[in-house]
């Protein structure tokens, strides 16, 4: 056994890997024969992540204009606007919220931000994008704050500077930088994609409770854990990682990430489908 395996049996020795990843594994099996398609896109994402310390800045930025798509909306939702948007996004990163340029929505103070009337300089390009697209303004002006904080960081190798720095930290900073609309399950959803997290989300969140891997936490109704205890889950993921495959892995992290996801996805929709019945 690995020093950081014995490391996480100290510090977690009350938790029992071996079980859970025992009945982690008993899902997964389940979730094979009712929805092998969530599993073909666990594994799809987990081939496609982009290693941390190598990809170049608009290699990154791939991994990060969608993420604001996906916030508090379903997963087919996102994919769907992401499809629409994507034509946009080549030149976004170097054009989008640059002053006196084709796209620069400004947001306005007196409504919420979620509010059509919150934002201005809507028109030309900005209006043509939100017609073609259906994505709600305040969504298009998140990705617009990220292009601005990508263009911050060098064009090479941005995010090399994260590779060994606290998951805590790289999230502050990252939240900082992306502006407005960039909270900690966002943000989180972008490191993901890069293999460094799993993205804390109330289905991630809901799998993980019932695997009695965070019975320790006191998890509020929102299903939105404190950046402490995020950090704490992201180590037991990883440490079952450890224990399924044995070794953790930036693959296999976004493998299980998306495993504990759909485990509670695809319950939520059949229990959804039966009341519905």
């Not at 939100?130 to 969504?139: L, S």
């Not at 990220?146 to 960081?153: E, I, V």
Request: overall charge neutral; proline content about 4%; some cysteine.
């Amino acid at each position: 056994m690995s020093k950081s395996q014995n490391d996480a049996k100290t510090v977690e020795g009350n938790i029992n890997f071996e079980g859970i990843v025992d009945r982690l594994n008993e899902l997964e099996a389940q979730l094979a024969a009712n929805a092998p398609e969530a599993l073909e896109k666990a594994r799809k994402l987990s081939s496609e992540i982009l290693d941390p310390r190598f990809a170049d800045r608009d290699e990154i930025w791939t991994r990060v204009w969608d993420k604001p798509l996906y916030a508090n909306a379903q997963s087919g939702t996102g994919e769907m606007w992401g499809e629409k948007l994507k034509p946009y996004m080549d030149e976004a990163l170097l054009t989008w919220g640059k002053e006196g340029g084709d796209f620069c929505i400004e947001r306005e103070g007196g409504h919420h931000i979620c509010a059509n009337d919150s934002y201005k300089n809507n028109n030309g390009l900005p209006k043509k994008v939100r017609e073609d697209t259906g994505i709600a303004w305040y969504r298009l002006y998140y990705i617009q704050n990220a292009a601005c904080g990508m263009r911050s960081f060098p064009e090479h190798r941005p995010f090399a500077q994260f590779a060994d720095k606290p998951l805590s930290k790289t999230v502050r900073t990252l939240r900082r930088t992306l502006g407005v609309g960039w909270g900690q399950v966002t943000t989180m959803h972008l490191l993901t994609d890069l293999g460094m997290a799993v993205k804390p989300d109330r289905h991630l969140v809901r799998t993980c409770k019932e695997l009695g891997l965070i019975d320790d936490f006191d998890v509020p109704s929102s299903g939105e854990l404190k950046v402490a205890q995020t950090d704490t889950l992201n180590d037991r993921v990883k440490e079952i990682c450890r224990t399924k495959y044995g070794e953790y892995t930036s693959q296999n992290l976004r493998y299980v990430d998306k495993l504990l996801m759909e485990i509670s996805s695809q319950t939520a929709n059949s229990q959804t489908s039966c009341r519905g019945a």
